[in-house]
């Protein structure tokens, strides 16, 4: 497995992901895998809107499209994983995560554009540590699978990083990623109902 250095991703979230949501996810890796497959889906497609909603940003549209082509082929991986194990792609509804990060997101521009990519890169770095979290408890080849996306994710969180400051004119964002950061902790050490890639430990109601 490997040995890729994330403690920039450490650094950077409000906490670790609870070792219950850990216990939860290794107890029902069909559901994680389906939800996995889901979230790669969804990265490309946001991608994939920030390219034609902001075509003013030669830096953005060279960045954000190799970033799609990736989280496809990610998702390819994903799929062809459980075409293995003999998991169907079956609906799973979404978790609450990601809708109640947008939910903050200002209207205006260019608050909207700068929000949007910080959300992208607190998405993207959840996603890294999280495959860490979970790579060394898993089989050879799922374990082998997650730990080689972590230098991916962890290149997507600095891109939507610099991304959102080259927006906001040089200004500081540092405000705005401190209010997002604040939202995302308590989704993550908040209890859900239901597991998903990205929720928080299981004990909702």
Not at 8 to 17: G, M
Not at 126 to 151: I, M, N, Q, V, W
Not at 186 to 198: G, Q, T, V
Request: proline share 4%; with cysteine; charged share 25%.
């Amino acid at each position: 497995m490997s040995s890729f250095d994330i403690s920039s991703i450490h650094a950077f979230l409000p906490c670790a992901t609870p070792d219950a949501w850990v216990e939860a996810a290794l107890e029902a890796q069909d559901v994680l895998l389906i939800d996995h497959a889901n979230c790669e889906k969804k990265a490309a497609s946001t991608a994939l809107n920030l390219l034609y909603r902001y075509t003013d940003d030669f830096a953005l549209l060279d960045k954000l499209s190799r970033l799609a082509r990736e989280e496809m082929l990610h998702f390819e991986r994903v799929i062809a994983l459980m075409k293995r194990r003999g998991i169907a792609y079956r609906p799973l509804s979404a978790s609450r995560y990601a809708a109640r990060l947008h939910q903050s997101i200002r209207r205006g521009e260019p608050g909207r554009r700068v929000d949007t990519l910080i959300v992208g890169a607190l998405i993207e770095a959840r996603s890294c540590e999280r495959f860490a979290k979970l790579a060394p408890h898993l089989d050879e080849e799922l374990g082998t699978f997650y730990a080689s996306l972590l230098k991916s994710e962890s290149r997507h969180f600095r891109d939507y990083l610099a991304l959102a400051r080259k927006a906001n004119g040089g200004a500081s964002i540092d405000a705005r990623v401190a209010h997002f950061l604040a939202i995302e902790q308590e989704l993550i050490e908040s209890p859900d109902n239901e597991l998903r890639f990205h929720s928080g430990p299981p004990g909702g109601t």
